[in-house]
């Protein structure tokens, strides 16, 4: 419960929060990101999408209708490339084992 208390729940879902197998579930989350870039040839940064470090990370309390409930803690490193999208699939296979 106390954990509850610095998550948040919204009618607005993103990354992890966002993945369609958790519709019909209460999701309690906190997510953020930190990217930085440096000049690189060839590459144009662009926000979320960091060539040095591009750290995205989410924490969540997933709560199903039948009573399933669990937390995850996950954070990426992935260059180049805006991972809200992999977090919203990682969200769906993590689902899949735990429901």
Known sequence: LEIKRLLYMT??????????SLKEAAVYFKSGSLYQC???EGYTCAKYMGNVNN??????????????????ALMSNVLKKNSANDHNAL????DKLMH
Do not use: F, Q
């Not at 969200?91 to 993590?94: L, S």
């Open 55 to 72: 750290y995205m990370n989410s924490v969540c309390i997933v709560e199903h209708p039948d009573g399933t409930t669990y937390l995850v």
């Open 11 to 20: 009618d607005r879902r993103i990354r992890y929060a966002s993945s369609a």
């Open 38 to 40: 440096k000049p690189e």
């Open 91 to 94: 969200a769906g296979r993590i």
